[in-house]
Nanobody
Framework: QVQLVESGGGLVQPGGSLRLSCAAS????????MGWYRQAPGKQRVLVAA???????DYTGSVQGRFTISADNAKNTVYLQMNSLKPEDTAVYYC??????????????WGQGTQVTVSP
């Protein structure tokens, strides 16, 4: 079975940094697209970045150059390094695992989410 557990969220000042971690149990990274999503209050959940078989992609233009997704295969952990944080980055951040052969979102696994708040 697959289990995703996020950690690393918290309260930071604008311009600060956070590193989110997603501990992925039961996941072989070569078989999954691993992604970070976020959902701000009253907004849709959106994809932030994804990594599959070592290839990284930033999907949200507002985080380009500021956020970096990475994976540590030995630790089965996916990270999201967030720098130069802005108030508009405030959201619940979710870890996601999507089977590479899956065509439906129904196949996805989700973590419980971790809150990131950027405020003075």
């Amino acid at each position: 079975q697959v289990q995703l557990v996020e950690s690393g969220g918290g309260l930071v000042q604008p311009g600060g940094s956070l590193r989110l971690s997603c501990a992925a149990s039961g996941v072989i990274f070569s078989n999954y697209v691993m992604g970070w999503y976020r959902q701000a209050p009253g907004k849709q959940r959106v994809l932030v970045a994804a990594i599959v078989r070592g290839e990284k992609t930033d999907y949200t233009g507002s985080v380009q150059g500021r956020f970096t997704i990475s994976a540590d295969n030995a630790k089965n952990t996916v990270y999201l390094q967030m720098n130069s944080l802005k108030p508009e980055d405030t959201a619940v951040y979710y870890c996601n695992a999507h089977p590479v052969l899956g065509a439906s979102r129904e196949s996805d696994y989700w973590g419980q989410g971790t809150q990131v708040t950027v405020s003075p």
